[in-house]
């Protein structure tokens, strides 16, 4: 019977795991008879890729990136690997820490950034007698303010008109730039409609993700968050103060500290106008996350994984031998 093994993962306050921060568990695993293994290792993974084609109906041209933003791992045998495995269970407790600057998880069509834990077991004598499983978590990484706030803005049209001077003028201020989940922005509008024509305010959260090929060619995914719409009408020769809720979805998060791509939202405000004037149009910027406004000194690890051959150098809780592990 071959290995048997499961990885559990400490609980967090919400599910995931956060830049940063450690990444606690324990290795459960079993053997039927007495084994020996070349190696054991748990590792811990973090990995981005994006790739996409574009085609221009004769050739069909293929472009990607990746990137690697955590590689840890420990030793589970340490120095007892010259000795077999008695048949038993055995628990290992580990801890990694995930880094400050790297992003967070997402998966669509184009893009994967995943973070896994990954126990390995290599069989002695055996080419090729690996057996791998793997635990893949959550990762929310904190946020970097990209604008000032609250946040001065506006937008201002004239209007084509043979008898007078009209042109629509408004002025706007976002209470702020970073908003985490589940929040809401406020946007304060004042309208100066100096036109003999009824328009609407329309305002709206949108989404642009930008993949970064390795030879820098850019797909940019833009489309609307629907649930974030919202309009008012103006009338003719007024002046109008209004407010703006705008709520960010829980789902919604920026994608920041990586180089294959960026997730950005903007907040568009339109001056909708009748036929045959030209809307006018403004966005700005907002980062969406959480922000980790105090951060405490970097955690040196010191169980990287080697680039080339494994050697033993990480700690355990438990590191004078595996017996020490074995739950009869």
Not at 4 to 22: A, K, W
Not at 97 to 117: Q, V
Not at 199 to 227: H, N, P, W
Not at 241 to 260: D, W
Request: hydrophobic share 35%; proline share 5%; net charge positive.
């Amino acid at each position: 019977m071959p290995v048997v093994c499961q990885i559990f993962l400490d609980r967090t306050r919400d599910g995931v795991h956060r830049s940063g921060e450690p990444v606690r568990g324990t290795l459960v695993y079993s053997v039927d008879k007495p084994t020996k293994f070349d190696s054991i290792y748990i590792n811990f993974i973090g990995k981005g890729k994006c790739r996409w084609s574009e085609s221009d109906g004769d050739n069909t041209t293929f472009y990607g990136n990746k990137e690697e933003y955590v590689n840890q791992s420990c030793n589970v045998l340490h120095s007892r690997s010259d000795k077999k495995i008695p048949a038993g269970r055995y628990e290992f407790p580990f801890q990694f820490f995930l880094p400050h600057e790297i992003p967070s998880s997402i998966k669509n069509k184009t893009c994967t950034i995943e973070y896994k834990i990954v126990a390995e077991f290599v069989k002695a004598k055996f080419f090729n007698a690996t057996s791998k499983f793997n635990a893949e978590i959550t990762v929310y990484a904190y946020v970097d303010r990209t604008c000032v706030e609250p946040l001065h803005f506006g937008l201002h049209k004239d209007l084509f008109s043979l008898t007078s001077n009209n042109k629509v003028i408004v002025k706007a201020v976002l209470d702020k730039t970073v908003a985490a989940p589940g929040e809401n922005l406020t946007l304060k509008l004042t309208i100066n409609n100096d036109s003999g024509l009824v328009i609407v305010i329309k305002t709206q959260l949108y989404r642009y993700f930008t993949y970064i090929s390795s030879s820098k060619r850019k797909k940019v995914d833009k489309d609307s968050v629907k649930e974030t719409a919202s309009a008012r009408t103006i009338k003719e020769r007024s002046v109008s103060n209004l407010m703006f809720t705008i709520p960010i979805l829980p789902s919604l998060y920026s994608i920041q500290h990586t180089k294959i791509m960026t997730g950005e939202y903007k907040v568009r405000v339109t001056a909708d106008l009748p036929f045959p004037h030209i809307n006018e149009v403004v966005e700005v910027p907002v980062v969406i996350g959480e922000r980790r406004d105090r951060v405490g000194p970097e955690i040196m690890v010191l169980n990287e994984k080697p680039s080339s051959t494994k050697e033993d150098k990480g700690e355990s809780k438990y590191d004078d031998n595996w017996d020490k592990l074995r739950i009869s």
